[in-house]
């Protein structure tokens, strides 16, 4: 599923308004289009009826026709230059939702309270509203906080609040369990140091990032904090405009037949789920069979050959579903009131299956789905996987695959691509090179890393049975221990470190052939690569047999005069708020070989 994902985001960035209007016509997106000159939309035009508007002043009781309207009041009236204060103070939409509310809160507590005599906010090093309670919104029917960024985007639609809840409620709230985190990363007073200045601990309650300290975590580059059930409230104008839009480019995405062409072409890929599929006879044979996301049909046709008795096929891209309609019937096993065969094609998102065909709850067999993104939690489909599991699915039915494992080794210099720029036909281009790895410490890498540029083992990060696990351990925390590569005897530089994963077919369900689909450096490659999480720094690490025997060493740990004998990492995988994308914690500590530690910032990607 991770071939789709380059596209996603710049078909989101080239959204068109000849394309949103084309929504309007399946009924729904008409109802989120607001008149250009409406209230709703914050346009000029104000109320053609006169009626009151719904922005009202921030620091008196006037009402306005729009965004623009109240702010010029405030500049003109009350000496505050929203949108000058927020390019002054390169503030990003989470922090502008919490100055709203911050001068909301203090306007109340204090009615002759003017941002003119508080200015010192200006001045200081923590903004007095960088705090996480301004997330919740003041009023809770603050039109303001869901209109402020609109001409950002250059949308005229409001956000409908009903929907927007439901939205909300579908996700659920993001946090990461404390008691689950393991062991602490420390540095020499105790305490893991953000920037070298704050202490941050995150703390959790399921499935998100958040900061004890109330100081952003950056993501890259811009603040990213959550609440426990205010988080995605605070995005609400993200949720209610972008949520639909992710899902219709997401799923239109995969129209493209060049993408299928990919993912069939991976051979590693559909082998595995075709050994699974055709060569364990006793689990198919006789089946009800669900394919979840079935893009071309191709698993479903699997089915069908391994001798099923019904295929259910769901895609939710009209478009792919029409084609494995086509392709069913080309292939003799598709079924309807005019063919005979096992296979049928819902057009639907699984989790509304119910509006496109009849079947009963947990009246399927197996479950297949090919879900997996890059660093296996992209795309965030297995959330759907499990959503038709728990819905579908008999008791002691199969899932495949039924296990994934998530695996991390540290990679060295030639995983990068400073060797490249740093020898350009002879010439010095090394300024390129570091500037492009300035980048990939803050933004993830998807590559394919080999296993010669390994200066790591692997180790094991995270498992998921998929048969039993709850949905929200999607989001999870997680330690590991990297130990250098004992055969290389020599210090080394781990730059950073690459992810990948296993989805295993066992013989929990395929007793007469399980099998493993890897994305691992040591087999052959697959398009969903590896996931490279670039250090900001290298820490030099070397086995403990070569640091043993009394070793001295001076200089902080990781250093080429002191390497680390291990590193440990913490690493946190959560659902961002941007939809189907996910947001990746790093926290490494460097351990000598006499124990010393030495602790470096966490570090925020997002994919």
Known sequence: MAAAAKMVKDELLNYSDEEEENFSDDGDWGDWKADEDGVGGGGEGGD??????????????????????LFDHCRLSHGFDFHGTRKELKLDFYASFKLINYIRSQVAENKSWSWAESNQALKDVKLPWDEEKYLKPYWQEDSLLYSFADDEEDEDEPVDREEVMEELKKLGDLSIDDEALGESSLSSNGKCNLNGSKDVTLVSNGNGLKQSSG???????????????????????????????????????????????????????????????????????????????????????????????????????????????????????????????????????????????KIQPHSVDVLVSEWMGYCLLYESMLSSVLYARDRWLKPGGAILPDTATMFVAGFGKGATSLLFWEDVYGFDMSSIGKEIFEDTARIPVVDVVEER???????????????????????????????????????????????????????????????????????????????????????????????????????????????AARIHLRVSVARASEHRSIDISLEATGVSSKGQKRCWPVQIFNL
């Open 48 to 69: 053609d009826d006169g009626s009151e508007s719904d922005f009202v002043c921030l620091f008196c009781d006037s009402h306005h026709v729009s965004c623009d309207s």
């Open 215 to 357: 100081d952003d975590l950056r993501v890259n580059g811009k603040g990213k904090e959550t609440d426990v059930g205010v988080e995605r409230v605070c995005d609400g104008k993200l949720v209610g405009r972008n949520i639909r839009k992710v899902n219709e480019n997401y799923f239109g995405s995969y129209s493209s037949f060049g993408i299928h062409k990919e993912m069939i072409s991976d051979k590693v890929r559909t082998e595995a789920y075709r050994d699974a599929l055709l060569k364990n006879p006793t689990l198919l044979s006789g089946s009800v069979v669900m394919d979840v996301g079935c893009g071309t049909g191709i698993l479903s046709l699997f089915a069908a050959q391994a001798g099923a008795s019904r295929v259910i096929a769901v895609e939710a891209s009209e478009k792919m579903a029409k084609v494995a309609t086509k392709i069913a019937k080309d292939n003799r096993v598709f079924h309807d009131n005019e063919h005979n065969g096992v296979l049928e094609v819902a057009h639907s998102m699984v989790e509304e299956l119910e509006k496109s065909i």
């Open 453 to 563: 540029d390994l200066v790591t083992q692997p180790a094991l990060l995270q498992a998921f049975d998929l048969a039993t696990m709850k949905p929200d351990e999607v989001d999870f925390t997680a330690t590991a221990t990297l130990e250098p590569n004992e055969s290389e005897a020599k210090m080394s530089l781990c730059h950073g470190v690459v992810l990948w994963f296993d989805a295993g077919f066992t013989n929990r369900f395929c007793k007469e052939n399980p099998t493993v689909l890897s994305t691992s450096p040591y087999t052959p490659p697959t398009h969903w690569s590896q996931t490279v999480l670039t250090f900001k720094e290298p820490i030099s690490v070397a086995p403990a047999t070569l640091l043993s025997g009394g070793d001295d060493r001076r200089g902080a740990i990781g250093t080429v005069e002191c390497p």
